[in-house]
C-alpha cells in the first residue's frame, strides 16, 4: 500500500476517535456546568431560608414584645380605672356632702328670718348678743366667706360654750375649715360634734367630711377609725353606705 494509502486509513481511524473525545469532554464540560449551576442554586436557596429563618425569628421577638407591652397597658388600664372609680366617689361624696351643708344652712337661716322677733322685755341682753354672733359667722358661710365664718364660729365656741347653738357651730364651724383647708381644726370640730351630739341627723354627714379631711392629712388609720364608725353605727344613711362600700374595697 502507497503511503497515501496508508495516511487516509489511518485519518479513517483517528477522525471518529477524535469525534468521539469530543463528544465526550463536551458531555463532561456541561455536567461540570449543570453542577456548578444546582450548588448555585442550593446555596441562593440555603442564604433565602436563612433570610427567612432571621425574619421570622425577628417577628416572634416582636409578637412576644408586643405580647408584653398589650399586658402592661391592660394592667396601667386596671390601675386607671381603679384610681378613676375613687376619684368618681370621692366626687359624688364631696358632691352629696356640699349639698347637704347647704340645704342644712339654708333651712336655718330660713328658720332665723321668718322667727317671731324675741318680746324686749322677756329676752335677756346675753342672749341676743349670742343670737347676733351666731347669725353673723352663718351669714358670712352662707355668703361663701369661709375664713371670716371659720373664725366667728370658733369665736362663738369659745364665747357661749353652753349654748343651745353649739352643735351647729361645731358642725358648721368644720365645714368652714375644710374649705380653706385647715383640715386639723376641721376634723377636731366634726369628732367634737360627732362625739356629743352622735344622735343629731348630720353625724353621718360630719363623719364623712371628717374622713376627707383626714385623707388630705393623709392619716389612714385616723380615716378608717371614722369609716368604721360611720359604716356601722349609722349604716344605714347614705353616707353609712358609701363608708362600707370604701371599706370593702381596702
Known amino acids: 500500500m502507497s503511503l497515501v494509502g496508508r495516511w487516509r486509513m489511518g485519518w479513517r481511524i483517528r477522525l471518529p476517535l477524535m469525534i468521539v473525545c469530543v463528544v465526550l ?3 463532561a464540560q456541561a455536567g461540570l456546568f449543570d453542577d456548578e449551576e444546582a450548588r448555585a442554586r442550593v446555596e441562593a436557596l440555603r442564604k433565602q431560608m436563612i433570610e427567612v429563618n432571621i425574619k421570622l425569628e425577628t417577628l416572634n421577638r416582636n409578637q412576644l414584645d408586643f405580647a408584653n407591652q398589650t399586658e402592661s397597658l391592660r394592667a396601667d388600664l386596671a ?3 381603679g384610681q378613676l372609680e375613687v376619684l368618681t366617689y370621692d366626687l359624688e361624696a364631696a ?9 342644712d344652712l339654708d333651712n336655718r337661716v330660713r ?5 317671731p322677733p324675741p318680746i ?3 329676752a335677756k341682753p346675753d342672749e341676743g348678743i349670742e343670737m347676733r354672733d351666731y347669725e353673723a359667722a352663718l351669714a358670712a358661710l352662707k355668703n361663701l366667706k369661709y375664713k371670716e365664718a371659720a373664725d366667728q364660729m370658733g369665736a362663738f365656741i369659745t364665747t357661749y360654750p353652753t349654748s343651745a347653738l353649739s352643735a351647729s357651730a361645731h358642725y358648721f364651724g368644720g365645714y368652714a375649715n375644710a374649705q380653706i383647708k385647715n383640715h386639723a381644726k376641721a376634723v377636731e370640730l366634726f369628732g367634737k360634734f360627732a362625739a356629743t351630739w352622735p344622735t ?3 353625724v353621718p354627714s360630719a363623719l364623712e367630711s371628717q374622713v376627707f379631711s383626714l385623707d388630705a392629712l393623709k392619716d389612714s388609720k385616723g380615716a378608717h377609725a371614722a369609716l368604721t364608725i360611720l359604716a356601722t353605727q349609722y349604716a344605714s344613711s347614705d353616707a353609712g353606705k ?3 362600700l370604701r ?3 381596702k
Not at 358632691?95 to 340645704?103: G, L, N, S
Not at 328658720?111 to 322667727?115: F, P, S
Open 25 to 27: 469532554q463536551g458531555a
Open 79 to 81: 390601675k386607671i380605672r
Open 95 to 103: 358632691q352629696k356632702r356640699q349639698k347637704d351643708f347647704y340645704v
Open 111 to 115: 328658720k332665723l328670718e321668718t322667727a
Open 120 to 122: 324686749a322685755e322677756v
Open 200 to 202: 343629731d341627723e348630720r
Open 242 to 244: 358609701r363608708a362600707q
Open 247 to 249: 371599706l370593702k374595697k
